[in-house]
Structures are given as structure tokens and as C-alpha cells.
């Protein structure tokens, strides 16, 4: 039907459109990024399905993006000849929040402009963001492919409602107008328009055109021209060499392929040659995404193979326990019709994924060894991602393992700060284990009994309150050749750290103790495997310990919750 309709928006689109013209107006300039953001992906959507039907392209093969303004209306027209969409997709697309992690997202908000901007950036702003300088958004498209009688328009004025109606488009892809918001006019502009493209998306692989606009003849006249030009270079930013990347260039390459609002907290560009030749440029974001813990996650890496975009998402490229690294690999071997089957048997594949978690990991090590802050930050944020990696990834286990931080006893604070070397730098004079506690908080590992003996002996215990830690030592075994020993495990050996002192002490307390010790085993009988008199505890009056083979008492007490 021709007929307009009227839709409303989902309860969170409200909620979230009004909070992006409040929070975000400090960064008005966005938007622009984020339509031109949205046009380059569409472009990569239909150069991807193109490959098998190139008559998606209908005689028009020149992908491009197109920037235009017109003063006495008072819009700015961004349009696409890319992929587009149908009017399910339009309803899909852009009147709801499918996104995964969206109920957190809204759980997260505090009404405080600041935080909630912050948050807003996190969950990424897209094409909402129209309408933080628009009071009406006019976007009408067209798949790739289907009748010129197919296209749809759009249409909003950014409250509760939109309108949708069939029209015709003669070409495929989207245009979308905004009309601007009183005391916008500064954005009609050639110039201001132009600086913003140059400084968001110069690193759009497809030219971003605009007119000519005024230029000095020969005489010192005006000319005014209507000839396009590309305003951005219109190269795919990793195909470039390093020296002519700025670090703003990085940063905006960033936002556009991670969808996020938040700089990154560094990256990896690099060509590799050999057996396999790509070029990854990989980043660590600096905040974890709202999705990191949701199975149904989507993002990823975006595959590329020789500039034209395959697919994003793919497990196959990265491993879960880096799942928050965000970038390109654009391969030079690659069949360009590999798919999610072919990719989830390919050996090169497995060559390019192993090449680049070793470039992460590289990266990782470098911050941790230059940046120290830097490297709390990303701790602070990935730590317990990054150790599922323990477990999971053998060739690597060793890098992984240093780059591990933990609290310890021998630190003041609840910063997760020691590693593993540190540790072993500091043991005592005959140690020979790296002694842990595991528990649910700081304050119950700081305060148990079972660190006694370790105080009083001055031996540094690390303290380890990640539900994933039980996880780490249960395959890490052992360090530098130095093993892992939980200090609530077994009959406590002390080893050299024993003195002869201690060896006399604890055969008195077995004697003056044996008659409680028979009394108390007695009372308990089959809930205990043994009772024992011990020197470990110095304050406390007794303690349970764990069999040296048996779950901990922390990891038995994290499967019942977990209802095992
Ligand atoms: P994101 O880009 O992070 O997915 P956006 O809010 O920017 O989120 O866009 C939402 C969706 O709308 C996109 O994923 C895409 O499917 C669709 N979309 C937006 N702009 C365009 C466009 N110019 N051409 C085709 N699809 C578009
Ligand atoms: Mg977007």
C-alpha cells in the first residue's frame, strides 16, 4: 500500500533518544560520523553480496557516499548508494534496540547527564544521533535489487512516533535529510561540514562527496562550482602506511568499525608476510562492551580479504578469552566466496588467528612493560576475560600467565597490581611455591585464618576473588617451575620455611592436643576426614582445610550457588 502508516517507537527508543539530545549535544558533530559510519557499512554489505549476485549493483558499480546542504530549507542530505533496506529492515533496523545487553544498558542509567553520556558512548549512538540536531529525519531507501516502486520512506520527529510509507526511489541505497534544529545554521556551511568530515571519517574507505563550492580565479574572482569532490582519501585506512596514520586517524578508524563512542586504549597495525599475508590492525578497546558477558554477542573482528568485507563476528578469528579485541584482517589469500563453513575448517585461517593473538598478546606485554597505567586500566576492564585464556589457549599459557595481576598481602589496597614474577622476586629465602588464597571478597581472603602462619612468617600470599581465579589455578599447576599451592589445601608443608623451632612446636601441640583432637573427632565423625593439630594458626582457635585432591572450600561453595 502507498498509504503512510504510523509507528511507534519501542519504550527504549524513547528512553534512549531522549537521553542522547540531553547528554550528548556537547558532541553534536557526531552525527555526521555516525550517518557516514552507517553508509560505509553499506556499501561493505552490498560489495559483500554482490560477489555472488553482481547484478545488485545494477549498472551502478561505483560505491559512494554523498554530503550536500541547502540553506533556505535548512537540511544537510547524507545518501548512499549501498546495500540499503527493505521496509522490514527499516522497522527492524531503526524502530527498535535489538541489541544484546540492552536491558543493562537502561538497568545502568542514573539520570546524571555526565555518567549516562558516558554509558550512552559505551552502547554506541548510531543513527539516533540524527536527532540531536535535528527536529525531523527523513530517510528513505531502497534495497539493492528490488523494483524502483519499493523504495520507503521514513520519517521522524524524534518523539514517540514515526511514519512509514512506499515511494518510488530510482536508486538503490539511502538517503537521509535532516532538517536541523533552530540555531543549527552554523552546520550550513561548506567549510563546517567539510573540516567535520575530514576530522571523523577521512578514514572511510569510499569517497565521501561534496561540491566544489568557492574558489578564487585566476583575477581574484569567485567561482562558484557544482563538480564533486572527495572531501576524505578515500582509502581503506589499513591499507596505508603507518608513518601517514595520525593517531586521531586510528582513533576515528576505531569508533567506526567497534561502534563505539570511547577512544581506544591502543592498537596493533601491522602487514605480515609469509605463509599467509595480511594486514591486521587490532585494538584494545578501553571500556568492555555492554555484551562482553552475552553468548549471543555479535562483534568482533571484521574480516576483510583483499579490501572487499566478508564478515564480522567470526569466533573463528579471535579466541573467547580476547573476544574484546576489536579490528580488521584483511587477507591477501583468502578466496573471496569463503564462508562461516569454509572458515570454520580453514588451516589459514588458523595461521592468521594464531599470527594475531600473537600480536595481542605483544601488545599486552608491551603495555604492561611501558604503560603501567595503561595496563591497570585494561586490567581493570578485560582481567578476567583475559584469564579464561589460562584455560583455554596452551600455546600460550606461559605469556598469559605473566601478564596475570593479582591482590597480595604483600600490597596495601584492592588493586589487583602483582604478577607472577613479582612474586617470585620476592620470595623467601628457601620458598619454593607461590602460595594463594581463593575466596569471595578481599576482606574474607585478607581475614582468614589460614594466613596466619604466612604472616608470621612474613611469606606473601596472593589473594585470588574472581570467580574465574579457581578456573586459573586449576590449570596453571605451576609458574617459572615454581608451583601453585593453595594455602587452604592439605597438610600445609612449609618446606625450607619450616625451622626446626617449628617442627618441635607442632609435635608438642600434637601431643598436648591429642585428647581434644580424639574428642573432636569423635563428635564429628564421618563429616570430617581427619583432625589435626596444627602451628598454622596463630590467633584463630581452629580452621577447615581442604584435602590436598579435594575441591576447595571456595569452589564448592561457588557450585552450589551455581545450583550443581
Ligand atoms: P549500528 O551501526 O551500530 O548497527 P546504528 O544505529 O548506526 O547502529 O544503525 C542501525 C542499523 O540501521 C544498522 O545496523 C543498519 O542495519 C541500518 N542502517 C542504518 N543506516 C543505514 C544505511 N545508510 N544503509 C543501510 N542500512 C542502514
Ligand atoms: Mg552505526
Given at each position: 500500500?502507498?498509504?503512510?502508516?504510523?509507528?511507534?517507537?519501542?519504550?527504549?527508543?524513547?528512553?534512549?533518544?531522549?537521553?542522547?539530545?540531553?547528554?550528548?549535544?556537547?558532541?553534536?558533530?557526531?552525527?555526521?560520523?555516525?550517518?557516514?559510519?552507517?553508509?560505509?557499512?553499506?556499501?561493505?554489505?552490498?560489495?559483500?553480496?554482490?560477489?555472488?549476485?553482481?547484478?545488485?549493483?545494477?549498472?551502478?558499480?561505483?560505491?559512494?557516499?554523498?554530503?550536500?546542504?541547502?540553506?533556505?530549507?535548512?537540511?544537510?542530505?547524507?545518501?548512499?548508494?549501498?546495500?540499503?533496506?527493505?521496509?522490514?529492515?527499516?522497522?527492524?533496523?531503526?524502530?527498535?534496540?535489538?541489541?544484546?545487553?540492552?536491558?543493562?544498558?537502561?538497568?545502568?542509567?542514573?539520570?546524571?547527564?555526565?555518567?549516562?553520556?558516558?554509558?550512552?558512548?559505551?552502547?554506541?549512538?548510531?543513527?539516533?544521533?540524527?536527532?540531536?540536531?535535528?527536529?525531523?529525519?527523513?530517510?528513505?531507501?531502497?534495497?539493492?535489487?528490488?523494483?524502483?516502486?519499493?523504495?520507503?520512506?521514513?520519517?521522524?520527529?524524534?518523539?514517540?512516533?514515526?511514519?512509514?510509507?512506499?515511494?518510488?526511489?530510482?536508486?538503490?541505497?539511502?538517503?537521509?535529510?535532516?532538517?536541523?534544529?533552530?540555531?543549527?545554521?552554523?552546520?550550513?556551511?561548506?567549510?563546517?561540514?567539510?573540516?567535520?568530515?575530514?576530522?571523523?571519517?577521512?578514514?572511510?574507505?569510499?569517497?565521501?562527496?561534496?561540491?566544489?563550492?568557492?574558489?578564487?580565479?585566476?583575477?581574484?574572482?569567485?567561482?562558484?562550482?557544482?563538480?564533486?569532490?572527495?572531501?576524505?582519501?578515500?582509502?581503506?585506512?589499513?591499507?596505508?602506511?603507518?608513518?601517514?596514520?595520525?593517531?586521531?586517524?586510528?582513533?576515528?578508524?576505531?569508533?567506526?568499525?567497534?561502534?563505539?563512542?570511547?577512544?581506544?586504549l591502543?592498537?596493533?597495525?601491522?602487514?605480515?608476510?609469509?605463509?599467509?599475508?595480511?594486514?591486521?590492525?587490532?585494538?584494545?578497546?578501553?571500556?568492555?562492551?555492554?555484551?562482553?558477558?552475552?553468548?549471543?554477542?555479535?562483534?568482533?573482528?571484521?574480516?576483510?580479504?583483499?579490501?572487499?568485507?566478508?564478515?564480522?563476528?567470526?569466533?573463528?578469528?579471535?579466541?573467547?578469552?580476547?573476544?574484546?579485541?576489536?579490528?580488521?584482517?584483511?587477507?591477501?589469500?583468502?578466496?573471496?566466496?569463503?564462508?562461516?563453513?569454509?572458515?570454520?575448517?580453514?588451516?589459514?585461517?588458523?595461521?592468521?588467528?594464531?599470527?594475531?593473538?600473537?600480536?595481542?598478546?605483544?601488545?599486552?606485554?608491551?603495555l604492561?612493560?611501558n604503560q603501567t597505567e595503561k595496563y591497570a586500566a585494561f586490567w581493570?576492564?578485560?582481567?578476567?576475560?583475559?584469564?579464561?585464556?589460562?584455560?583455554?589457549?596452551?600455546?600460550?599459557?606461559?605469556?598469559?600467565?605473566?601478564?596475570?595481576?593479582?591482590?597480595?598481602?604483600?600490597?596495601?589496597?584492592?588493586?589487583?597490581?602483582?604478577?607472577?614474577?613479582?612474586?617470585?622476586?620476592?620470595?623467601?629465602?628457601?620458598?619454593?611455591?607461590?602460595?594463594?588464597?581463593?575466596?569471595?571478597?578481599?576482606?574474607?581472603?585478607?581475614?582468614?585464618?589460614?594466613?596466619?602462619?604466612?604472616?608470621?612468617?612474613?611469606?606473601?600470599?596472593?589473594?585470588?576473588?574472581?570467580?574465574?581465579?579457581?578456573?586459573?589455578?586449576?590449570?596453571?599447576?605451576?609458574?617459572?617451575?615454581?608451583?601453585?599451592?593453595?594455602?587452604?589445601?592439605?597438610?600445609?608443608?612449609?618446606?625450607?620455611?619450616?625451622?626446626?623451632?617449628?617442627?618441635?612446636?607442632?609435635?608438642?601441640?600434637?601431643?598436648?592436643?591429642?585428647?581434644?583432637?580424639?574428642?573432636?573427632?569423635?563428635?564429628?565423625?564421618?563429616?570430617?576426614?581427619?583432625?589435626?593439630?596444627?602451628?598454622?594458626?596463630?590467633?584463630?582457635?581452629?580452621?577447615?582445610?581442604?584435602?590436598?585432591?579435594?575441591?576447595?572450600?571456595?569452589?564448592?561453595?561457588?557450585?552450589?550457588?551455581?545450583?550443581?
Amino acid at each position: 500500500s502507498a498509504q503512510k502508516e504510523t509507528l511507534g517507537f519501542q519504550t527504549e527508543v524513547k528512553q534512549l533518544l531522549h537521553l542522547m539530545i540531553h547528554s550528548l549535544y556537547s558532541n553534536k558533530e557526531i552525527f555526521l560520523r555516525e550517518l557516514i559510519s552507517n553508509a560505509s557499512d553499506a556499501a561493505d554489505k552490498l560489495r559483500f553480496e554482490g560477489l555472488a549476485k553482481p547484478e545488485l549493483f545494477e549498472n551502478d558499480a561505483e560505491l559512494k557516499i554523498t554530503v550536500s546542504f541547502d540553506k533556505e530549507a535548512r537540511t544537510i542530505t547524507i545518501s548512499d548508494n549501498g546495500i540499503g533496506m527493505s521496509r522490514d529492515e527499516v522497522i527492524a533496523n531503526i524502530g527498535t534496540i535489538a541489541k544484546s545487553g540492552t536491558k543493562a544498558f537502561f538497568e545502568q542509567l542514573s539520570g546524571d547527564s555526565k555518567k549516562d553520556a558516558n554509558l550512552i558512548g559505551q552502547f554506541g549512538v548510531g543513527f539516533y544521533s540524527a536527532f540531536i540536531v535535528a527536529d525531523k529525519v527523513s530517510l528513505t531507501t531502497r534495497r539493492a535489487g528490488s523494483n524502483t516502486a519499493e523504495g520507503i520512506r521514513w520519517e521522524s520527529q524524534g518523539e514517540g512516533e514515526y511514519t512509514l510509507e512506499q515511494v518510488e526511489k530510482a536508486g538503490r541505497g539511502t538517503d537521509i535529510v535532516l532538517h536541523l534544529k533552530e540555531g543549527e545554521d552554523e552546520l550550513l556551511a561548506d567549510w563546517a561540514l567539510k573540516r567535520i568530515v575530514r576530522t571523523y571519517s577521512d578514514h572511510i574507505s569510499i569517497p565521501i562527496l561534496m561540491k566544489k563550492g568557492s574558489s578564487y580565479g585566476e583575477n581574484g574572482e569567485v567561482i562558484e562550482s557544482d563538480e564533486l569532490e572527495a572531501v576524505n582519501a578515500a582509502s581503506a585506512l589499513w591499507t596505508r602506511s603507518k608513518s601517514e596514520i595520525s593517531d586521531e586517524q586510528y582513533t576515528e578508524f576505531y569508533k567506526h568499525v567497534a561502534h563505539d563512542f570511547t577512544d581506544p586504549l591502543a592498537w596493533s597495525h601491522a602487514r605480515v608476510e609469509g605463509r599467509q599475508e595480511y594486514t591486521e590492525l587490532l585494538y584494545i578497546p578501553a571500556r568492555a562492551p555492554f555484551d562482553m558477558w552475552d553468548r549471543e554477542r555479535k562483534q568482533g573482528i571484521k574480516l576483510y580479504v583483499r579490501r572487499v568485507f566478508i564478515m564480522e563476528d567470526s569466533d573463528k578469528l579471535m579466541p573467547q578469552y580476547l573476544r574484546f579485541v576489536r579490528g580488521v584482517i584483511d587477507s591477501n589469500d583468502l578466496p573471496l566466496n569463503v564462508s562461516r563453513e569454509i572458515l570454520q575448517e580453514s588451516k589459514d585461517i588458523d595461521a592468521i588467528r594464531a599470527g594475531c593473538v600473537k600480536k595481542v598478546l605483544g601488545l599486552l606485554e608491551d603495555l604492561a612493560a611501558n604503560q603501567t597505567e595503561k595496563y591497570a586500566a585494561f586490567w581493570k576492564e578485560f582481567g578476567q576475560v583475559l584469564k579464561e585464556g589460562v584455560g583455554e589457549d596452551h600455546a600460550n599459557k606461559e605469556r598469559i600467565a605473566k601478564l596475570l595481576r593479582f591482590a597480595s598481602t604483600a600490597v596495601d589496597g584492592d588493586e589487583p597490581t602483582v604478577s607472577l614474577s613479582d612474586y617470585i622476586g620476592r620470595m623467601k629465602e628457601g620458598q619454593d611455591k607461590i602460595y594463594f588464597i581463593t575466596a569471595d571478597t578481599l576482606a574474607a581472603a585478607r581475614n582468614s585464618p589460614h594466613l596466619e602462619v604466612f604472616k608470621k612468617k612474613g611469606v606473601e600470599v596472593l589473594l585470588l576473588t574472581d570467580r574465574v581465579d579457581e578456573w586459573v589455578v586449576g590449570s596453571l599447576f605451576e609458574f617459572d617451575g615454581k608451583s601453585l599451592q593453595s594455602v587452604a589445601k592439605g597438610a600445609l608443608d612449609l618446606g625450607a620455611l619450616e625451622d626446626e623451632a617449628d617442627k618441635e612446636a607442632q609435635k608438642q601441640a600434637e601431643e598436648a592436643a591429642k585428647p581434644l583432637v580424639e574428642k573432636v573427632q569423635s563428635a564429628l565423625g564421618d563429616k570430617v576426614k581427619e583432625v589435626r593439630a596444627t602451628v598454622r594458626l596463630t590467633d584463630s582457635p581452629a580452621c577447615l582445610v581442604a584435602g590436598e585432591h579435594d575441591m576447595s572450600a571456595h569452589l564448592e561453595r561457588m557450585l552450589k550457588a551455581a545450583g550443581q
